[in-house]
């Protein structure tokens, strides 16, 4: 008798290491560029993520659906999280998860580049196709947005900067750099307007001074902000009122790029209707002046449609008497997984 006891007993710890093993917690650690003020939010938004693809870990193996209600995300997020579930269930590939995470101005963040195994119905769990999610946060940490990278693919293949362009090709696309161009010097915002995707990302750094230390030195840091087309708009009108006149050059990095860096006009090697451009912007308006790097992330459809632009972002080419160099997470086709 005691030794059936025994077994029961061992029996029941194995299977209690075991559901441990298979359900072990996700953990996750959010990286900050230096210079940048590590917010106390970026914990709750560490642990928030955590719990969530801890949960979907759970529900992918047990193949059940996921219990969402308590997890740490606002009505938006936790829709796009359910709906992509609906389509085809997956979870994450690491146990341990360490990413940058982008701090905006008004306190959100964004982190890219997390491992998702699509499992598709049928399939084993450790089997499938890699994808990469962007999760954002309100600035208290609470998961705003969860959907898949555009596009994303294996790390294995991906290339940050991605293929040479033919001649012809870049003739075509900076034509189109050139009307739009000549669209912000008309101050012709319908014309501006068309040209973005409705679901377009605008990043834009602005170099900013911190406050002195103890030995009364202060340094210049780049701070960033997020909008979408709407509210990119709105303010591009108001700084359409706000100056007289406006006159915006572009020059191109050149074929190898800035300090052997990747070259101004690239093509996705996952979707060829992706190109990425490169560029020196020099901004002079009667109330504002700035140089900088411009990254525009173009859709060219293959049937001979209208390119529109996803992606826009800038960064200063100055901040503190130091020139900086472009930042390959924002300034890349690599940077947005294509």
Not at 156 to 179: A, D, F, P, T
């Amino acid at each position: 008798m005691k030794n059936k006891i025994f077994f029961l007993v061992l029996a029941l710890l194995c299977i209690t290491s075991s559901i441990k093993a298979e359900y072990a917690p996700v953990t996750v650690t959010l990286t900050t560029d230096e210079g940048v003020n590590r917010p106390m939010a970026i914990s709750n938004a560490e642990r928030n993520l955590g719990i969530v693809l801890t949960e979907i870990n759970r529900a992918q193996e047990a193949k059940t659906i996921l219990t969402t209600k308590h997890l740490p995300m606002d009505d938006f997020s936790l829709k796009s999280l359910i709906r992509l579930w609906a389509v085809t269930p997956f979870y994450c590939d690491d146990e341990e998860i360490v990413e940058r995470c982008w701090i905006f101005k008004d306190g959100s963040m964004m982190v890219s580049h997390i491992p998702l195994i699509i499992t598709p119905e049928g399939e084993d769990f450790g089997m499938g196709t890699y994808q990469e999610a962007v999760v954002e946060f309100d600035r208290n940490g609470k998961i705003t947005d969860f959907r898949l990278a555009l596009d994303a693919h294996t790390a294995e293949s991906m290339e940050r900067c991605g293929s040479v362009v033919e001649k012809e090709k870049q003739m075509i696309i900076l034509q189109y750099i050139e009307r739009f161009r000549t669209a912000y010097n008309q101050k012709d915002i319908q014309t501006i307007e068309q040209m973005f995707s409705d679901d377009a990302l605008i990043i834009t750094g602005k170099v900013v001074m911190s406050k002195r230390n103890d030995i009364g030195r202060s340094h210049a840091k780049v701070e960033y902000t997020k909008q979408n087309k709407q509210q990119y708009i709105r303010n591009l009108k108001r700084a359409f009122l706000v100056n007289k006149w406006i006159d915006i050059k572009f020059s191109q990095i050149g074929d190898n790029g800035e300090s052997g860096g990747c070259a101004g006009i690239t093509r996705s090697k996952v979707d060829p209707t992706k190109y990425g451009v490169r560029l020196h912007q020099s901004w002079k308006s009667s109330n504002y002046s700035d140089e900088g790097y411009l990254f525009l992330l173009w859709e060219f459809p293959e049937n001979g449609g209208e390119p529109i632009i996803h992606v826009r972002t800038w960064q200063p080419e100055w901040a503190g008497g130091e020139r900086l160099q472009p930042d390959d997470d924002i300034s890349t086709l690599g940077g947005f997984d294509l």
